[in-house]
Each structure stands twice: as C-alpha cells, then as structure tokens.
Antibody, heavy 120, light 106 residues
Framework: EVHLVESGGGLVKPGGSLRLSCAAS????????MIWVRQAPGKGLEWVSF????????KYADSVRGRFIISRDDAKNSLYLEMNSVRAEDTGLYYC?????????????WGQGTLVTVSS | ENVLTQSPATLSLSPGERATLSCRAS??????LVWYQQKPGQAPRLLIY???NRATGIPARFSGGGSGTDFTLTISSLEPEDSAVYFC?????????FGGGTRVEI
C-alpha cells in the first residue's frame, strides 16, 4: 500500500528557514515524479514544486522560485522541500504527492500534510 | 498562467439528485484536465484525469466531460458521502494550476 508521510512543519519566523520531508513507501519511489502542493487555511490548492524521475527536471511556482528548493533521495525513498526566506503567505498545509504516471501530471496519492505557520 | 475558474462556488442538492460542476480555463488545456475531491480534514483524492478517465476505485456515478476550455464534472446520483469540495487542475502547461473549488452540500 502506498504511503506518503510528511514531516518538518512548524512555526517559523518571517525570513526564516524550514526543511520539509516526505517519506514514501509501498511503491518504487525512483520511478515516480514527485510534487509538493500546499493549501492555505480555508483556501484552495496551490502547486508548489515538481521534481521528475532522476531529479534532473525541476519546476517551481513563481511564488516560491528562488526561495524554495525541491530535492529527492531515491536511496532513502524521500522527498524534500527546503524553504528559505519564508513569508506569511507561505503559511499552509504542505502535501507531498506523486504523479499518476511519468507523463500524466495527475496526483494519485497524497500524504496527510505537514503544517507550516509563518509568524513572528 | 492558465487560470481555472470553477462554478458555482457552492451547490446545495439532495441525495439522488444530479450535480453538474463547471471548470473553465483561460487558455485551452486540450483534454488535460483533472478533478479531485476533498473532504473536511482530509487530503484531496484523485477522481478523474484527462477529462473523463476515472481513477482507481472511483464510482461510476462520477463522470467528466469537455475539451478545450470548458469542462464539467457530473455526479449522476448524489450520495451523502459526496459532500466535499471539488477542484479541477490543468496539467498541460507550467505552472500547474488548480481551480478555486466548488463545495457540494448534500
């Protein structure tokens, strides 16, 4: 059974840094593109970042480009999101998801999310 | 950025009724349109990808249609457990974008 478990969220001051992790199990992690999606409290979904199989193809939303870094460690079946220079608008629940297939950007499994709160 | 606009914001219906949700894209997404369901306190669940393909385990009462810029998600006969927020997402271009959601109340 596929499981995605996020961790690393918490309270961080504006301008601070945080590193989110996602532990994957139940599938061959290295065969899948992985994605971070966030959801501000009471709001909709926002795609944050994408990392392809092998880690060489990476995309970011404009709102986080230059501040966040996505990475993966296939040996550890883990996905990461390094968040730097955080802002109040980065507050939200951060979900780790995977693509349905290598070529279909539809997210078929989601973790339960890790909450990031940016506040002084 | 391809902006997705969902309507209505809220749909209030009774069990057994038919629900029709709309998603309109500011630019064509061809057939690369995805639908998710999110219940309170839960992560989203993939319902339909590429307009009309149901994901694994999704009941047949959920169906999708459309092409280009106008899409619909239809729930043919509402069940109480269908109460949720439904989001559309385009996967044809970067950045990947979601619609603002339609809340279905039963």
């Amino acid at each position: 059974e596929v499981h995605l478990v996020e961790s690393g969220g918490g309270l961080v001051k504006p301008g601070g840094s945080l590193r989110l992790s996602c532990a994957a199990s139940g599938f061959i992690f290295s065969d899948y593109n992985m994605i971070w999606v966030r959801q501000a409290p009471g709001k909709g979904l926002e795609w944050v970042s994408f990392i392809g199989v092998g880690g060489t193809f990476i995309k970011y939303a404009d709102s986080v480009r230059g501040r966040f870094i996505i990475s993966r460690d296939d040996a550890k079946n883990s996905l990461y999101l390094e968040m730097n220079s955080v802002r109040a608008e980065d507050t939200g629940l951060y979900y780790c998801t995977r693509d349905l297939t290598v070529v279909i950007r539809a997210f078929d499994y989601w973790g339960q999310g890790t909450l990031v709160t940016v506040s002084s | 950025e391809n902006v997705l606009t969902q309507s209505p914001a809220t749909l209030s219906l009774s069990p057994g009724e038919r629900a029709t949700l709309s998603c309109r894209a500011s630019q064509s997404v061809s057939t690369y349109l995805v639908w998710y369901q999110q219940k309170p306190g839960q992560a989203p669940r993939l319902l339909i990808y590429d307009v009309s393909n149901r994901a694994t385990g999704i009941p047949a009462r959920f169906s999708g249609g459309g092409s280009g810029t106008d899409f619909t998600l239809t729930i043919s006969s509402l069940e109480p457990e269908d109460s949720a927020v439904y989001f559309c997402q385009q996967r044809v271009s970067w950045p990947l974008t979601f619609g603002g959601g339609t809340r279905v109340e039963i």
